[in-house]
């Protein structure tokens, strides 16, 4: 049901992801994850077109934590900041963030390989129906995915949305 992956520039750590629906305690998850009883990030999964979405953002959190250059003030925070394609991290956490009202929730963990792993603790908290990780394109909202990425019909011809989002993602810093 969940997916672990291990980074490639950094091995010691991996990256498991999550994914619930019929979530009925969003507001409650959100709160525990604020207070730090989750250690993870709440990500929400209708602005995800596939989880290598979430492995590239992990990758550069853990990346800019490493050098000392983070934006925002977690490991967590950074990987639903790294997601938007602004530099904006109040409009990152309204659009891809886990809100009170969400309904499906996907958790991300970024954890050092020599640390236990506590998925039953997360799957103990969440009030709602876990399903494999690959179902998130099924929660996809396309057209306000491409209108956030400003993804154009053009752009969808000679590649896949996937492809856009990740480029906008790893250029953010850049452009």
Known sequence: MHSTHDLELFPQYNVTQMLFKDVRNAAELRQCAVEGKIKGGLINPT???????????????????????MKTRSLFSEIIFNLSPTNNISEAFKRF?????????????VQDKDEPQLLSDITARVSGRQVPVEDVSSLT???????????????????TLLDAVVC???TKDVM
């Open 47 to 69: 602005m995800l077109v596939n989880p290598f979405q979430v492995l590239v953002a992990a990758n550069k959190a853990v990346s800019l934590q490493k050098m000392g250059k």
């Open 97 to 109: 963030g886990s809100s009170d009202g969400d309904d499906s929730v996907l958790v991300v963990l």
């Open 141 to 159: 909202d396309h057209a306000k995915i491409k209108k956030l990425y400003k993804i154009t019909p053009q752009e969808e011809k000679c590649g």
């Open 168 to 170: 906008r993602m790893a």
